[in-house]
């Protein structure tokens, strides 16, 4: 769209707005004159206004001129009426339009003149700028001038003139002219353009009005050049290399440079005077014709050629010669070069043939590309040492009766030739082979004679891989034919090494097409765009694509169109910048063929040196959903663990469950619980923890509906058992039976305001809660009964050890006395009952040890050992205990005299009132041996390792329960010793019994300084 433009500029609003003061000013001074009578200059009033509007607007000021004119004659009648005044006025009107109108014509001149200047200035097609003369800066430009300078007017206008020349002393020396000179000249100068380069101009002056010099510019730089190629054209005869010459038709030499006299192949005698034949011929067909030709002359080993012009409008022509000596060989190297690069363009094409098909082919080739008779190729082996030839002509083959030419491996050393080549890393040619007498001689029996020969090495890098040799060329070998021989065989060997490589890349493709297909996976190679540009066939089963239609697609518009595609085109991206940045496996939700998303394992990796990747899809969907079930699993294993934590320590059970009932509610977002729980069997039901929301308060604890509930109540299902209360006012309920085993113990109740379904695995989890925390009630039941019957029990053994302890030993004092006054059988009885009541002591003694082994906690410390076997000789007064004494110390607590009491007690038990025991203490290393033996019944082998158990009798002596030598073991293993039973004479049971104690030893003090 264009936009309307404003029908006053600004630079015209303001010519108006000047415009209409002026008007109004000279009306109303008109005016008020002629309200006071002054008429000399009340018609000169107006010129200013006139003068503008028609300068300003030309013809359209006339109608302002009209009006001031109307306006002026309407206020002179208006004072002065139909006077003279009035007929002054209107004539002096006339004259004001008539001027008015002359004005507008020379206006419209004027203006005409200006608007047609610069398009003559611009376009007059030659370049023209402006300078003031005085200071000779350039004033103005027009476009052609700026285009030769390159540079636009504006950045030319202001400069110096001499600034614009390539040389700035002759632009001083132009403009220092232009400045003194009145008759001015046409000036030749070298100007620079804004890229730096110069050219020619002629400068025009002329002298303008104001001090001003215009300069017309044309550009020579063209008829320079025409100048110099004339003035070469003129030297080229003369200074030419080559022969040039002019004929006539008639073959008369009008003219001919030095080079054509010397080149006698040109003339037809030696008097220099007399063209050759071919040349007067040629150059008459050519006059003829009018058309250019050009001849070949040969002689004295050089080649030329002649070019033959017609030069228009004259009756002869032109010879140029140039030799062509070099170009024509260069032209047959060029044959031979086409006919290497057609064999080697078949050797390529012979993929499939065998390799001595190959060698057979470009041998045959070598030999006819340098004229040869006969070829040989051979082989070498690593070590240079042993040659074997692969190929022959069929001349050679026909020749090789009784001649060593075999595709057998032979020493290198039997062919002083290949010898050489190999030793010397280079060609050899031999043109003179029958003056060689060592090589002439070096030949097998029966060899095809040899004229010339030429041996050259193929190599592979810096190593000699085989040789190729050729003999009796027609004319000597030279360095064209090493050359093309060479080239040849070295493409021949790159042929044959690539031949090697392809089928070893066809082993590789064979065996990278088997690993590509049998991944297990699916797999497929993208390009940089994340084309697909292949795909194994894995894809069918695994994902429902055909891998044929995949083929050319973007995995993008079809694999990774699901969500996985931000990441994966991401790590794409990025993996080509960096193929170590993004992951090397990762996993995401792709399409399948169907459309459906599947969760996929994706493996990438870069294939080295391209733009490519190769990437494996492997389906994890089951994977997955086994991983969801798990996280499902471990959610409830973990909410019954904490339940368990919960309900495993030791306390009070209403702390317990209240700690469960907000462990189930913080899990499962309820915001009301309780706990009910039955007392005893057919007991009330009793609410022991509760939670509920402030304001809100909860059913009764004897609600009937919480009686024995044998299955789990939840909102999903029909409220049925449901409490009214807990339906009425929550949305979302469910009611737990707390069992252990068949027992119902009581119910754990959640509800929440807010309306949940209760899935297949959270009532998994609720009604696992319910059996975990039956368990912690019914552990929490069975515990409280354990601990009133340990407490009945300490009564019992309290009463024991206190009471009955007491009356033993007020009996056995009264037995101690009788023994001393009776004898005969009364003393004998009296013994007995003795004997009684000490097992009775015996037997509480041990009971209150191992209740105090059970329930103290005492620490094994040093204690000195002689004290305490001291303190039961005291007891056993009666007993024969001998004793020598000790200063060990061993580790134990202040149940050790229960060991010795224990043992001597034992040894009194079986062995009688006239028993003798010993005690003896040894010191081995870092222990200490107690030995305690008594000369009783002993104790048979078969029963020395069973006596320290618990409730073991020994059936050959007298009664007990085996409770002393059982909490002896459990003492000294406590001590960190042991104890055993021996023989007190080894290997007679029947000579007493021995019990062997290990204790640890404590290491002896030093007293202090």
Known sequence: MTSERPLISGSDRQKAILLSVAAAGALAMTAWAAATGVTVVIGHLLYVPVILAVLWYRWRGMYVVIALAVIYSLIILVFYGFSTTFVEGILRMLVTVAISLILAVLSERVTALARDYPGIFQHGGVGFLIVDKERMTVTDINRTAAAMIGFHPEDVIGRIFSSLFADAQAGREVSEMLRQGDDLQEIEGKLTKRDGSIFCVRIVPGLLPEGRITCTLIDISRQKDDERTMRALADFTEQNPDPVLRIEPGGTLLSANDPAFSLNVLWDDR???????????????????????????????????????????????????????????????????????????????????????????????????????????????????????????????????????????????????????????????????????????????????????????????????????????????????????????????????????????????????????????????????????????????????????????????????????????????????????????????????????????????????????????????????????????????????????????????????????????????????????????????????????AGMRLPPTDAEAYRPVDTPLYSDDPPDGVPAYVADNFLSYASIPLTAGSEWLGVLAIASRDEYAFPPAERRMLEAIGQTVGLAVQRATLREGLERANEEANLYLDIITHDINNANGIAMGYCSLLVRTLSGKENTIVRKVLGGIRQSMEIISNVSTYRNMSTRTSSIEPVPLDPVIRAQLTQFSEVDIRYGGTDEVVLADDLLSEVFVNLIGNAVKFGGPDVTVWIEVAREGDLVIVRLTDNGPGIPDDQKSEIFNRFVRKSTRASGKGLGLWITRMLLERYGGAIVADDRVAGSPEGGAAMVLTFRRVPEMKEPL
């Open 271 to 693: 008097d220099g005077m007399h063209l050759s034949p071919t040349v007067v011929d040629a150059a008459r067909k050519v006059l003829k014709s009018g058309r250019r030709a050009e001849i070949e002359i040969s002689g004295e080993g050089r080649t030329h050629v002649l070019s033959i012009v017609p030069v228009p409008g004259e009756c002869y022509a032109n010879v140029y010669g140039r030799e062509v000596t070099r170009q024509k060989a260069a032209e047959e190297e060029l044959r031979r070069n086409e006919r290497r690069l057609e064999v080697l363009q078949t050797l390529n094409t012979m993929y499939d043939a065998p390799v001595g098909d190959i060698t057979d082919y470009a041998l045959k080739a070598g030999v006819a590309l340098t004229g040869s008779e006969q070829g040989y190729f051979a082989v070498l082996d690593e070590s240079k040492e042993v040659i074997t030839m692969r190929s022959w002509t069929d001349g050679a083959a026909d020749a090789r009766n009784g001649v060593r030419i075999q595709q057998n491996p032979s020493p290198v050393d039997e062919n002083i030739m290949y010898r050489e080549v190999i030793r010397l890393r280079r060609p050899v040619l031999v043109n003179n082979f029958q003056e060689q007498m060592d090589l002439k001689n070096a030949l097998p029996p029966g060899h095809p004679a040899v004229h010339r020969c030429m041996i050259v090495p193929v190599m592979e890098g810096q190593r000699i891989v085989a040789v190729a040799g050729v003999i009796n060329k027609g004319d000597a070998y030279d360095g064209s034919d090493v050359r093309q021989l060479s080239l040849l065989m070295s493409g021949l060997w790159g042929i044959i090494r690539g031949k090697q490589y392809s089928d070893d890349l066809k082993r590789s493709e064979n065996l990278y097409r088997a690993i590509f297909s049998a991944t297990g996976a699916a797999t497929m190679i993208l390009d940089g765009e994340g084309r697909i540009t292949r795909a194994n066939s894995q894809f069918l089963p695994l994902f429902g694509y055909d891998p044929g239609d995949l083929i050319g697609k973007n995995a993008w518009d079809t694999i990774f169109k699901g969500p996985i595609a931000e990441t994966a085109w991401r790590y794409h991206q990025k993996r080509r910048q960096d193929p170590r940045g993004p992951p090397s496996f990762y996993e995401g939700r792709v399409l399948d063929g169907q459309g459906m998303e599947r969760y996929a394992l994706v493996a990438v990796a870069m294939i080295v040196g391209t733009d490519t990747s190769v990437l494996s899809l492997a389906d994890i969907s089951s994977l997955k959903q086994t991983e969801r079930e798990l996280k499902k699993r471990n959610r409830e294993l973990s909410i019954l663990s904490e339940v368990a934590e919960i309900t495993s320590p030791i306390r009070p059970l209403p702390e317990t469950l209240n700690a469960v009932l907000d462990g189930v509610l913080d899990l499962t977002g309820f915001e009301c619980g309780a706990v009910y729980l039955v007392k005893g069997v057919g007991g009330p039901v009793v609410r022991v923890a509760e939670h509920q929301p």
